[in-house]
């Protein structure tokens, strides 16, 4: 088989478990792509594997929702996604990698030195646009905004239906709205979405695989399984990008 095939099966293997399992693997997700497909690029393969999981947690959790965290997120949000598509136009292969590297290990550097500080201060009326401005811009150049995402609900003290509904529907609008930004840049366009689509099924088994494995997993190991998978894919990233 193909090794960029091989390469996106696994891009969708880690797309279905993180959506289905345990948080933290979407930082993994672009770099292992960018292994077969180094540019921007990756970004418009993404796409259909993201809808298409986040449709299915939208049906599952559809009624919990709380609409009043969304609205506050989703303005500023979306304008981050703006300025995100301004900060891709024109990137060649060798600067999206820098981007990306920076953007995995500030995302690191920021779960660490939360779990040492308090986190109260995300309930702050301010931090709604600050969290949606940054969080867009992170979801439109690297999809990696889901910890801090998962921060501000948390600390929002949803109910857990609540939560994971509310954090599958930010994702599903955000991504819905890379769409016409991504086609805009020209990263969306048939040969990526066809690309996309085929990874579904191994997005499928990647989602089957993490509902089996989540109650089997030491979840505080796992974290930092993540975490050095995240350091190493972030090194080669920004060591190795030509």
């Known amino acids: 088989m193909d090794s960029a095939i091989l390469v996106l099966m696994g891009a ?7 959506k289905f399992s345990v948080g933290g693997m979407g930082m993994l997700i672009l770099p ?17 594997m993201y809808i ?32 995100g598509s301004w900060l891709l136009a024109d990137l060649n292969a060798s600067m999206f990698s820098w981007l990306i590297g920076g953007i ?17 201060f995300m309930r702050h009326p301010a931090m709604a646009p ?26 929002q003290k949803l109910s857990k239906e609540a939560y994971i509904s509310t954090r599958a529907w930010s994702f599903l609008i955000i991504d819905l709205a890379k769409i016409p930004l991504l086609l805009g840049l020209g ?33 505080a190991q796992f974290k930092w399984l993540i975490r050095g998978m995240a350091t190493v894919a972030a090194i080669k990233l920004l060591v190795f990008s030509g």
């Open 12 to 18: 969708g293997l880690i797309t279905g478990f993180s």
């Open 32 to 48: 292992v792509l960018m292994i077969a497909y180094a540019g921007p690029e990756a970004l418009g393969i993404l796409v259909p």
């Open 52 to 83: 298409l999981t986040d449709l299915v947690v939208v049906a599952l959790y559809r009624k919990a929702v709380d609409w009043g965290v969304l609205l506050r997120l989703l303005p500023l949000q979306l304008l981050g996604m703006v300025v």
């Open 104 to 120: 995995i290990i500030g995302m690191l550097l920021l779960s660490l030195w939360l779990e040492h500080h308090d986190t109260g």
């Open 130 to 155: 600050s969290v949606g401005l940054v969080a867009g811009v992170i979801s439109m150049v690297a999809s990696a905004a889901g910890p801090l995402l998962s921060l501000y609900m948390l600390e």
């Open 187 to 219: 990263y969306v366009n048939l040969e990526t979405t066809l690309l996309g689509v085929k990874a579904l099924p191994a997005v499928a088994v990647g989602a089957l695989l993490g509902f089996w494995m989540l109650r089997r997993l030491e979840l």
